[in-house]
């Protein structure tokens, strides 16, 4: 893996050699990464209270009342990647559609082609769009056998890093390997946080909060929550409201942390209930019964007040969670909460 990303490092020095702005980068040690078999425990002393539920709204029909987002979101669609900072019609960003595409909390943006962390064959390079130039340049790739997946751009003891996984050796199952990496946006280091995944087992959603990662795991029929600290140790919550559950389709899953670590929502019963949970209270603190009908979900978004539940074949919930309240998005596409809007003016290009 090391030579890998020594060729990642001649191929950014390339691409960046006109402009004193190129990343400057220092892998860390894939050879040697740090320990994942550390498992800390929970520390909490708080006495866990009875889960307590909220009156519900249940409805019977697929027609949902049109809702606007409490707050600027962005959007992943077909054609592309826009953002909708208030009323009025959304501002596109790219015209390329992309896999992956967040904010960098900075005023710049970050994609990634369709294909990218799933496809070997695909361009897996990740794409900047920095606050003062809106030309896309490519900053990071892996050679040729290797996935790159870029799962979200979170503060991380205050400055944004993008949330990676790197595997190697994708294409064979008796080799391959799956890292938890962060690249910080801002120093240009990256860190590899340690294994979690191999052949028939990995995540399917990461998220960050507070200084907690959350991966929703699967290891064959087996599907648990894990989390880590931000130096990437196993962290052993009696609060886990999922520790670990087989083939059981009432298991919790699509998990996402609000930006304080301390909440968590995630789907149940099927995907009929939405729940709130208090990770350090270890209580319940919502339940709100989706609509019938409510289709195939590919990840929650959570702020701690609204969670945003993308469906695939239709367009995304804007959940009120005091309220326990929903209405549809009047847009599709994947929708994420936006931290901070473009620095630059017009849409993006991106640079082959």
Known sequence: MRNSLLVLTILLAACSSSSSDGPHLTFADFENPPSTTEVIGDSSTTTPTPPTTSGSITTTSTTLLVVDTPGPVAIRHTSGYSILEGRGAPQRILDTPVAAGFDDVSGGFLFQLPGAGSATG?????FWVQSANPDAQPWLDVTEGSLLKLWGVELIAGSPNMILTITDHADDPEARIERLVVFDVVSRLD?????????????????????????????????FFEFRNDQG????????????????PDCPNHPALDPSGSLVAFLEAEGQDLVVHDLDLDQELQRIT???????????????????VNRRSAPALI?????????????DGVVYFLRQGPGFDGSATLES
């Open 122 to 126: 695909a361009d897996q390079r990740i």
């Open 319 to 331: 959940v009120d969670v005091a309220g326990s309240a929903y209405g549809e998005f009047g847009l």
């Open 233 to 248: 140790a196993v962290l052993d919550l009696a609060s886990n409201p999922q520790p670990g559950c087989s083939d059981d």
């Open 191 to 223: 860190r590899v946080l340690g294994e979690v995944g191999r052949t028939g087992a990995g995540p399917l959603s990461i998220s960050y909060g507070g200084g907690r990662f959350l991966l929703e795991q699967t290891a064959g029929v087996q599907a």
């Open 290 to 308: 989706m609509p019938a009908g409510l289709g195939e979900v590919s990840g929650l978004e959570f702020d701690g007040a609204t969670v945003i």
